[in-house]
């Protein structure tokens, strides 16, 4: 049997099955470097955490995190729709549904989630935020 692991903490609530072939490896280096290596990503709909799997162009299981206002689960949803990720709206307690998740995502277009990442993106975000801000203090016009 393949064996799995998972990067950062963990909830724990005292009732859940520890599996032999999961490693929890908690905070590591390289993060990027693990998730280039994994067959399929599940992961939360974090805004670093999707950009650094669609960076790689992984297969990707968003199992959003609850949140006050739900943008993790709005995200997943959108993700899906957008063909980018198999939204994960709750846990599956049995082999036969993670099976067939792990499957609907290896066959993801790639393509569709590599597409939401821009190398540029934080460039573009503080030009914007420059000229925003320039026009909002410039002086009004006669």
Known sequence: MRCGWWLGPVHREGHETDFGNLVE??????????????????ASAGDNTV??????GRPYVCAPEWRYFGEQTRKAEQLAEL??????P??????????????AAKALDSA???????AD????????LEGLAVSLWAPASK
């Open 25 to 42: 490896l908690g905070w590591v280096p390289g993060v990027t470097d693990h998730i280039a290596a994994a067959d399929v990503v599940i």
């Open 51 to 56: 950009h650094e799997i669609a960076r790689v």
């Open 83 to 88: 063909g980018a990720a198999v939204a994960l």
């Open 90 to 103: 709750s846990w599956p307690g049995a082999l036969a549904p993670w099976r067939g998740i792990l499957d």
């Open 112 to 118: 569709a989630l590599a597409d939401l990442y821009d």
């Open 121 to 128: 993106a934080a460039k573009v975000a503080a030009d914007y």
